[in-house]
């Protein structure tokens, strides 16, 4: 399959990237005088504070101040959507590793024999740590959300097969390259520059205004690019950019806030782990015609943005595939642990793992091909083409795509070699699965939906092009170059851009939801378009009087219908010379999005993005150990605006779906403390864990017209393509027994995992063949 068209070549920041060149915030020491903020660590997970002293860590050499709760300027409260969660505790902590006090030093080590030499002294208290103490305890941040239709009752009255699972979907660290890192700048009269590695410069310009008592249009938040975020940035970057400005505020000097790898995986948030219980009906058929799920998730001490994951959970509960009769309620259980947060997939991934596992455990029951139900219940043509929420999946490219996934990846070939190769061995077996994905594009709370740039023509024909979103890595620098060398004709190699800053594009919403190309690149192109009609008649003057509908921007020049032509750097200096503005805005917000949560009803979603991935391994059954032999995957981006940063993508989502399926495991202990805050005790995948055989294409044929470019999002749907490992793992173990018994493998996958759930089979075989003598 050939790739889908666009822009073929590297990355906007690859020579920096490869050279050392590219800066990032944690690479700024700041200038001469910097300082050191360092928060000081709840040693407890829950309990009340009776005392804190900071007196012998003031007397430190080198220690300028200690800042509790009582010394902010401003507001100790802050939050991404409800203001409820404080900088530095001031009654009580509710997770170890809560900040309760801030030092500001002269260096790190300073700092740090500050922070080990304050006194706080709380009263302990027995602490909440799992989903199910939380629900014992009745602990929840949210109320019930519920989507329903259909006559549930009825469908499990007349199924034939009802399968009832407990679901544990794990948690997972971000892991990004770039730890949290933000640096404060004094400016005169009352001003503040704020370089933060975040993906929502708007919301650490609120939190720091907020913080500092000052009005937003003191501070500027900016950009550069970030080392990595997955939605780790989303808002968990907001309270180390307020310990750095209230640094700052109170020396008066520039102040950085750096964490170190340990320090960020104790601290911060994780991938909401979640706990479902489930009813599936099934019809003599294989149709799913029911589903009951009740999905709980850990949201940690605080809300962050626990109810909007949850919700784009329910909305992917019920996967790509159409289930007439549904109920689906969704929770988030308050614990003692650091709140979990936006990351890839936002919710999406754990709630598609219900029905994949409703699917799983029927096939296995059935003994039947799990690829063959999974096709069976597709999304397809009218009726079966709405979602639980009421909303209809317009332009379905899975009746499409998976027949040629299955085709190209000779699906049906390998499915019987694989029986035959597992036929002949003793201590391995090999499994083959299929993962379909179909996910919602948008910010589901409908105000995100927007963005604005700012595009600059200088009279050399150089342009600068501002947007709200940041760069992390994925490329949306790359899409937007070329979008706004497309909008004004002139080569990518003209066109820069700038660092992300609060002071050039306003109120911009986070780059998240993979939405960053849709928004900010519409934006840009609207801009575009502005100075495009404004430069068309002084075009027209220079070839002679020529038609402004037959003008053409092409190629760095202008081109008239007889051929004439004229440099774009001439036309911007005779346009300059005209006093024709050569700057512009531009704005976009997307159209129709709306729900209501009250009747589980509404379009949450612009489109819908599509993909499938087909995953063979082969399982060690006397270690549990499992290797990724090949993967073939076909993933729906529209029409490419950089195919080759699009491929990138889906191999990294896919990779990073299969770590947290496989290997990925945040652990704590009894008393809430973190385990794994490093790489010596957290495995993520490495070189060694990328499939052997790994293919990758992009669906032909597939325009996106609603988007700029006809583009589709590609951040977080591959992220599921990885479920289809575990399915393949799942075939792998159920080939160690008898047939017929449904596979118990808990998530994470790890070999422990793996070696119970084959045991499980190898019990199961026993137990038949006790039964048949």
């Known amino acids: 399959m050939s790739p889908a068209k666009g822009r073929l070549g590297p990355h906007e920041s690859a020579h920096l990237h490869v050279t050392g060149a590219a800066r990032y915030v944690a690479d700024d020491p700041g200038p001469s005088g910097t300082l050191w903020a360092l928060p000081v660590p709840s040693p407890v997970a829950a309990g009340r504070i009776v005392n804190r002293d900071a007196t012998s860590a003031r007397a430190l050499p080198g220690v300028h101040a ?48 500050g922070v080990a030499a304050v006194v706080v002294d709380i009263a302990s208290e027995e602490p909440i740590l799992d989903i199910a103490s ?30 009832e699972g407990e679901l544990h979907s794990p948690a997972q660290d971000h892991f990004y390259l770039e730890t949290q890192a933000a640096l404060a700048l004094p400016g005169e009269d009352g001003g503040w520059i704020i370089r933060s590695s975040t993906q929502h410069p708007t919301e650490i310009q609120k939190v720091v205004a907020a913080t500092l ?23 968990q970057a907001s309270p180390y950019a307020a310990f750095a400005a209230l640094g700052a505020h109170v020396t008066g000097r520039p102040c950085r806030c750096w964490l170190h790898r340990h320090q960020d995986m104790a601290w911060t948030g994780k991938r909401h782990p979640f706990m ?77 793992l219900v029905v994949e596992d409703a699917l799983s455990r029927a096939a296995e029951t059935l003994d039947r091909d799990p690829t063959a139900l999974r096709l069976h219940n597709l999304y397809g043509p009218a009726p079966r083409n709405t979602a639980p929420y009421g909303q209809e999946i317009k332009d379905n490219r899975l009746p499409r795509l998976a027949p040629a996934l299955l085709e190209s990846s000779d699906y049906p070939g390998r499915r019987r070699a694989l029986a035959l190769h597992n036929a002949d061995q003793v201590w391995t077996r090999r499994g083959i699965g299929f993962q379909p994905v179909c996910f919602g594009i948008s910010f589901t709370a409908s105000l995100l939906n927007q963005a604005g740039a700012l595009v600059l023509i200088y009279t050399d024909g150089s342009v600068q092009v501002n947007h709200g979103g940041t760069e992390m890595g994925q490329g949306l620098h790359t899409k937007i170059r070329a979008i706004a060398a497309d909008g004004l004709g002139v080569p990518t190699t003209t ?7 609060t002071d050039k594009v306003p109120n911009t919403s986070a780059t998240a939801a993979s939405s960053g190309t849709d928004l900010n690149g519409a934006a840009v192109a609207r801009a575009c378009e502005t100075l495009r009609e404004r430069m068309r008649p002084v075009a027209a003057d220079l070839l002679g009087g020529a038609p402004l509908d037959a003008i053409i921007f092409r190629d760095g020049s202008v081109h008239g219908p007889d051929g004439a032509t004229v440099p774009f750097a001439q036309l911007a200096t005779a346009c300059w010379a005209r006093q024709i503005s050569l700057a512009a805005t531009g704005f976009y917000a997307t159209p129709g999005i709306a729900y209501d949560a009250d009747t589980g009803r509404g379009r949450p979603f612009f489109y819908y993005a599509f993909g499938g991935a087909v995953a063979e391994v082969e399982v060690n059954g006397l270690t549990g150990e499992h290797r990724v032999q090949r993967i073939d995957i076909l993933h729906d981006v529209g029409r490419s605006l950089a195919p080759d940063i699009d491929r990138g993508q889906v191999e990294g989502g896919f990779v990073q779906g299969m770590g947290w399926l496989t290997c990925e495991d945040p652990r704590i202990d009894d008393s ?72 118990e493998l808990a998530l994470p996958a790890t070999p422990e995992s793996i070696l119970r759930a084959i045991e499980h089979q190898r019990e199961a075989g026993r137990a038949a063949a006790h039964a048949a003598r």
């Open 66 to 113: 200690v800042l509790f709760a009582d010394d902010i300027p401003g507001d100790n409260l802050w939050g991404p959507i409800v203001h409820s969660e404080p900088l530095l505790a001031d009654q009580r902590v509710h997770c170890m590793g809560q900040a309760v006090a801030l030092v500001i030093a002269e260096t790190e080590a300073a700092a740090r024999a």
């Open 134 to 163: 939380a629900i014992a305890a009745g602990r929840f941040h949210t109320a019930p959300h519920i989507i329903e239709r259909g006559d549930l009752p009825g469908a499990f009255a007349k199924a034939n097969l009802v399968i």
């Open 213 to 235: 008592g000052v009005p937003a249009s003191r501070v500027v938040c900016e950009v550069p690019r970030l080392g990595g975020g997955f939605g780790g940035k989303e808002s």
């Open 276 to 352: 479902t219980k489930y009813r599936a009906a099934f019809d003599s058929s294989g149709t799913l015609i029911a589903l009951d799920a009740q999905l709980y998730s850990d949201g940690g001490w605080s809300v962050d943005l626990s109810g909007p994951v949850m919700d784009r959970a329910l909305f992917h509960a019920n996967g790509p595939y159409y289930i007439e009769n549904i109920r689906l309620m969704g929770r988030v259980c308050a614990t003692n642990l650091p709140s979990n947060t936006a990351y890839r997939g936002f919710g999406g991934p754990q709630g598609a």
């Open 495 to 501: 066109v820069r851009l700038m660092t992300t800053a």
């Open 672 to 743: 809430g403390r973190p385990l794994t805050t490093g790489p010596s005790t957290y495995k993520i995948p490495a070189v060694g864990d990328i499939p052997l055989d790994f293919r990758v294409d992009l669906l032909p044929r597939a325009a996106n017209e609603q988007v700029v470019g006809g583009s589709k999002a590609v951040g977080e749907p591959p992220f599921l393509l990885g479920i289809s490992v575990v399915s393949a793992l799942r075939d792998a173990i159920a080939a160690f027994g008898p047939g017929g018994v449904p596979v």
